[in-house]
């Protein structure tokens, strides 16, 4: 406003106060009359300073209360009054008054040193009577004194200008919640292109006042809103995601294939709980939806939500072999750097090099939260005695970064160490690695094709214990190999574990390795089936020689009478073992 003009008409007002100065004494009874009267010209002059406050107050409320146009210059006169009660008065009773001047006195209170008076003024300045509205209430978005800030985002709102939308965005993410809730209801009144993008940042506010708010609007939008909404279901906030959930849910846009469901699917296993529970449905869907989503369940494998990692991980080992060279990539694309260094030493784990071995250690590596104590890891790759204190510790809780590791202790061997250390050795690795289950399957059907028949065998009791059926071809496969290589296996774990699995087929290798006391009794049994208590008690030869006969005292019931026979085992020109002589078809009475 023109300072001339307003120093003119605050004269005036005070040349009407003089006038009507000395007309009797003035009470609060008196102004309620006035008022009822609409007599605005003696309202203005008990405002005058000489007058009680409670005068002054009552004055000033009831020329508000009238909405009198042509008190509005008397009443900004006020602002200098050194009463600050009456000030803040002035600017109440200012901003009931709907006329332009009135607006424009409320736009100058936006620069007063009066923070009560600056809310008033920006709440009240919505009414959209001035154009100068919009620049000073944006202004005051940054107000320092919260109650003025709200209320210039709540008149933004109100005067639909599109100049405020940017400046509202801008502030969606500040302390405040009244704030935000305010910043958000006024965008939405405000609409535009830009608003479904420019709400995302506030999809998981932590108030749920605000998110409720914010998802409210978008739905509003239907499937202009679905594009965002799927995009929030990787957010690595919860909040953020459910925000999404909700949005496609009640868009009815939910997703029904594709990248989009698989997302919404993982989105069903997330939660806040301090241990992770797996449903295998939303493994079994997601695994069915088969590689054309590896990239996705790659890119949730390194998520921040344990639930969304472990469900991602479990569906990329039942897909299996077709994710391997997009877990190669990912790998090498995202992993962390101690992940990264783990998993470029794959080739060095048992079985490699082996697809699974690729596959599992990819998603492995990805997890953001990877971790491998260097002091153990070099205990372990040791071996020996450094390795065992590693594995009897009862902090040791192995994670799958520790199962290459742990496996590698099967291939443990020192002439200087006695069998029976050796055998405890390998039984503190094999318990370590039964306790974690599924964690370690992938590494230990690779480790079944280990050069090494001991980390074989070892490998393949363990999944055989656990009921894996992929296990058995892999042992098949393995011991035909270390067979046409000339490996003994009569005493090795793996020669155990294909006798556990050999079919019909399988018969003429299994018998070109000398048997053992297994194979003995299985021969035995097959024999003479339904016997009771069949043990065998013995077997002598010639150790150092592995074609010399074998002989077995076999122990069997039968008729409640426990008998013996002894079996001898040959090698013949063919190369397979059989008893010789030959069983007879009957046991002896």
């Not at 424009?104 to 620069?111: D, M, N, S, T």
């Not at 003024?121 to 009577?129: D, H, N, P, S």
């Not at 192995?398 to 050795?425: G, M, N, W």
């Not at 079944?448 to 009921?467: E, F, V």
Request: charged share 20%; glycine share 8%; with cysteine.
């Amino acid at each position: 406003m023109n300072i001339i003009g307003m120093a003119m008409r605050t004269a005036t007002v005070y040349i009407l106060i003089g006038l009507v100065a000395g007309c009797g004494e003035t009470t609060t009874t008196t102004i309620a009359e006035w008022k009822a009267e609409g007599n605005t010209r003696k309202l203005l002059a008990a405002t005058r300073p000489g007058n009680d406050q409670d005068i002054r107050f009552a004055a000033i409320k009831a020329l508000g209360e009238l909405q009198a146009p042509d008190a509005a210059d008397p009443l900004a006169a006020l602002f200098s009054d050194d009463d600050f009660g009456v000030v803040l008065h002035a600017i109440e009773a200012l901003a009931n008054i709907p006329t332009r001047q009135a607006q424009e006195h409320l736009v100058a209170v936006l620069e007063m040193e009066a923070p009560r008076g600056r809310a008033m003024a920006a709440k009240a300045l919505g009414a959209g009577l001035t154009p100068l509205a919009t620049d000073a209430l944006i202004k005051t978005l940054d107000d320092e004194y919260e109650p003025a800030a709200v209320g210039a985002a709540e008149s933004l709102g109100q005067l639909g200008d599109p100049l405020a939308v940017d400046p509202l965005l801008g502030k969606l993410q500040t302390r405040s919640q009244p704030m935000r809730l305010a910043v958000v209801r006024s965008l939405a009144a405000l609409g535009g292109d830009g608003l479904v993008d420019g709400l995302k940042p506030v999809l998981g506010d932590i108030s749920s006042d605000v998110r409720q708010e914010v998802v409210s609007i978008l739905i509003t939008f239907g499937e202009q809103a679905a594009p965002v909404a799927l995009e929030a279901l990787k957010s690595n906030d919860p909040l953020v995601r459910q925000s999404g959930r909700s949005i496609l849910e009640a868009t009815g846009t939910v997703p029904t294939d594709g990248e989009g469901y698989a997302w919404y699917l993982l989105g069903e296993t997330a939660g806040r709980k301090s241990t992770v529970d797996v449903d295998p449905a939303i493994v079994d869907r997601l695994a069915t939806m088969g590689p054309g989503i590896g990239n996705v369940l790659l890119e949730a494998a390194a998520h921040e939500s344990p639930e969304i990692r472990e469900h991602a991980f479990r569906a990329l080992m039942k897909i299996g072999q077709p994710c391997t060279a997009q877990a190669i990539a990912a790998a090498q694309a995202r992993a962390g750097e101690t992940g990264l260094r783990w998993y470029n030493q794959r080739a060095n784990w048992a079985g490699a090099p082996s697809w699974r071995l690729d596959l599992w250690g990819a998603a492995v590596a990805l997890n953001p939260n990877f971790e491998l104590n260097g002091k153990k890891e070099a205990d372990l790759a040791k071996k020996g005695e450094t390795a065992r204190s590693v594995m009897l510790s009862r902090q040791f809780k192995p994670t799958r970064e520790y199962v290459p590791l742990l496996v590698a202790q099967f291939s443990y061997k020192d002439p200087e160490t006695s069998l029976a250390r050796i055998t405890e050795h390998l039984s503190m690795a094999a318990r370590l690695l039964e306790g974690m289950g599924g964690d370690a399957e992938y590494p230990l059907l690779a480790a079944i094709g280990a050069r090494d028949c001991q980390t074989g065998g070892q490998a393949a009791r363990i999944l055989l214990a656990r009921g894996i059926k992929e296990a058995n071809p892999a042992i098949a496969e393995a011991f035909r190999t270390h067979l046409e290589e000339g490996a003994t296996l009569c005493d090795s774990p793996l020669y155990e574990a294909m006798l556990a699995v050999a079919g019909p087929d399988d018969l003429a290798i299994v018998d070109q390795v000398r048997p053992n006391a297994t194979r003995a009794r299985q021969i035995f049994e097959q024999q003479y089936p339904g016997l009771e208590k069949i043990s065998v008690l013995g077997q002598s030869g010639d150790s150092d020689n592995p074609i010399a006969p074998v002989v077995f005292r076999i122990s069997y019931s039968t008729g409640g009478r426990s008998q013996t026979m002894k079996v001898i085992f040959k090698r013949f020109g063919d190369g397979t073992w059989k008893p010789d002589p030959a069983l007879p078809d009957a046991l002896p009475d």
